[in-house]
């Protein structure tokens, strides 16, 4: 089996246990946080990166129903205060110890976390209480017109794409 975590081999076994702040280790970065639902348990996602060895780590953290807690890192990372927030919004999950902890994206009065997997689909639409389309996915819907009708769709490619109104950048003379 293989370890899960590893550390340099320049820290003993005698020293005190090492921490993403160990000089060793220096990881001063906090990149990313996030959660994931994997249907029968969540992870917290931990992205860290050590700018004075230019390393990067991830640390994942297994959660299962109903003890989805974990340890705020706020007060590690200043910058996992938002990502926290995020997490606990969309997916439920409690940051022990967060300086801060409440709703960020959603309402108060909202209810449930909709980036779980458990969350309910909106409803399909029916013909004759419009709607053209069915939602497959959160935030993600096939949308169809009826027979005969035109569907017009515009799609944001950026300003490099070939039906952008400026047309593609001239590189010869340095694009835009």
């Excluded at 209480?129 to 950026?158: C, F, K, Y």
Aim: charged share 20%; proline share 10%; net charge neutral.
């Amino acid at each position: 089996m293989r370890p899960w975590c590893s550390f340099p081999r320049s820290v003993s076994p005698r020293s005190p246990a090492p921490s993403a702040t160990t000089p060793a280790l220096a990881f001063d970065y906090l990149r990313c946080l996030s959660a994931v639902d994997y249907v029968d348990y969540m992870e917290v996602v931990y992205h860290l990166f050590s700018l004075r060895h230019r390393q990067k780590a991830v640390l994942k953290t297994r959660l299962v129903e109903p003890h989805l807690e974990v340890d705020s890192v706020v007060a590690v990372w200043r910058g996992a205060d938002w990502h926290e927030r995020e997490a606990a919004d969309l997916f439920g999950i409690v940051f022990r110890h967060h300086p801060h902890l409440k709703r960020l994206l959603l309402p108060d009065e909202f209810e449930g976390f909709p980036l779980r997997k458990s969350y309910p689909l909106a409803p399909l639409p029916t013909e004759a209480g419009g709607g053209g389309g069915r939602m497959i996915e959160p935030g993600l819907q096939i949308l169809t017109a009826a027979r005969g009708e035109q569907l017009d769709l515009t799609v944001n490619m950026g300003a490099s794409a070939p039906q952008h109104p400026w047309g593609l950048p001239d590189v010869a003379s340095g694009g835009w």
